[in-house]
């Protein structure tokens, strides 16, 4: 069947005399929130000022694409929506806005929004339908909420979705108000007929359709080519439930709904999905990621966990749980968890697919934190002190991830990271010589606290546990010795600019000292220092000024530190 492209008004869409709207139960819940919203509104405001008064009439405000496939069954035809029902959710809860607003002054406006835009006529005594019918989490809540005419009591929420959806409402009302307030001239019922007449008229989309659904999916997946927002998610998801059968659907549906909770983010959610496949596939590019996944699933050949939908469904899920608690630095083991906050802190995103792949049924426990450990010094030494190139680290990380979630050994994964270790003398150079700027204030405070905690007399474990780390002292904040920004109390340095953010001008203090220390003189920080408690500050201590000479050779000290820090292994 041929696809078919037309540009249409949203009136012609959102019609009662048009086909009714379905969005499937392979689409996710409603999900715009305000900034999206917000756009909206600001679009359909701005098009109204820039054509004033008659103006507007034939002009065209076009919305994008929506793609849809038709079906016909005993109740008549319908398309259900694959692309654009966030969209037509959004005008519509944005219509029974205006509808209500226009109720106590122009009942038959309001009937006419009601009948024209959201209700389709069946006949005389018939239960109402509705034009657009959201997806079964959201199908109920959406009609009581927004659809039905009078509204009744207030439906209870009971989904994330619900709570946006009773957002954007809450937003249209207040901005509708707001505009009021500010144009003296406008009235509810001229704002809510201009407004109307602007959705139903002027606001424009390709509206692409076929009777086939491999025709419309091959369309959506070309419009979304790359990779904005969620669509990768979304073509994936679309995927798999219509390659899994009825009787597993809902199942499938409830372990996406944890990868979707990952992050309202739609750019982490999409990292994440990559950051899986690597440890599945090794590297793919995030453009190429959906066509990639499609086509191993569809490859008879190809292991049951990512060909069989449903147990792919629920390995994902898991890893999405298990993904949430890396990005928050928890784990049962207090030096595993040592090293994914590391990680964190220092926004080692290379790294994230190994530490995936360190899961409790490839590794022991034990294994896991010497690995996490050995990623992050394999980052120190590399990338950070060294400055290794991104592309080789990201390389070797990859191998990793892929090589233990294939049941790979410790020893073989570390294999693959000790070429990039560089010498120690390698190392001890670099470090001489290392400024970090402000910008990577991640890696200025994983250096110092590691440092510290090598300079502390606490116990250590073999495999890098400590009791208490610096980084338990959430109040420690990084310290320029010699300001950033010197003041009445610091003559400016010459070298101010290759100096201030040299390591050896960089210390930890607590929060209220940090406060205290300000742009203080340095005999004045020294007493401050004095009372930190820090290790780091006990070389401070010992001296009666600070100059660039100074911070050399406090450098040159921690410098010699750095191989035993970040050991080879």
Known sequence: ??????????????????????????????????????????????????????????????MGAVVGQMQTDQNGRKVEILDGQQRLATLTILMSVLRDKLQPFDANAANVIQSQNIEKFVQLGAPAQYLLTLNRVDRTFFRREIQESPRGDAPDIKSASHSLIRKARLFFEKKFDDF???????????????????????LKVVFIHSDTWDDVSDVFERL???GKGLSTLNLLRNHVLSKAPEHQQE?????????????QSASKVDTFLRHVWITYRGDVKKQSLFKEIKAVMDTPSTVEVLRDPYKFSLQLASDADLYKEIMNARHSDPACARWL??????????????????????????????????????????SIITGGDSSSLETAAYKVAQHVRGGGSLDS??????????????????????????????????????????LSDQTGHADGGLEKTASDAKV??????????????????????SVANRMGNLTLVHKKLNGAAGNKPFVEKVRIYALSGVKLNDYLTELASWTPSEVESRQKVLAKMAPEVWPRF
């Open 413 to 454: 994964a570390l294999d693959i990271l000790r070429p990039l270790l560089r010498t120690d003398d390698a190392v001890i150079e670099s470090f001489e010589n290392l400024t970090v700027p402000s910008s990577k204030s991640g890696y200025q405070r994983h250096l110092l606290e590691e440092l510290e905690n090598h």
């Open 224 to 226: 979304n080519d790359r």
């Open 251 to 263: 199942d499938i549906e409830q372990a996406w709904e944890q990868v979707y909770s990952l992050s």
């Open 476 to 497: 420690l904040w990084i310290e320029h010795i010699y300001p950033q920004h010197p003041g009445r109390h610091w003559d400016r340095w010459e070298e101010h600019d």
């Open 341 to 382: 906050r590391a990680i964190q802190t220092m926004n080692a995103t290379s790294l994230m697919p190994a530490a995936l792949a360190c899961s409790e049924d490839r590794l022991t426990t034990q294994e896991a934190a010497h690995l996490l450990r050995a990623l992050v010094t394999t980052f120190v030494r590399y």
């Open 1 to 62: 069947m041929t696809t078919n492209a037309n540009a249409v008004p949203i009136g012609q869409l959102l019609s009662s005399s048009g086909d009714p709207i379905v969005v499937p139960r392979v689409q996710r819940p409603y999900s715009w929130e305000t900034p999206e919203v917000k756009e909206l509104w600001e679009d359909i405001i701005g098009f109204s000022q820039r054509y004033p008064g008659t103006s507007i009439v034939s002009r065209e405000y076009f």
């Open 180 to 202: 009021l307030e500010r144009e003296v001239n406008a009235t509810e019922v001229t704002l809510a007929f201009r407004l109307h007449s602007i959705i139903n008229s002027n």
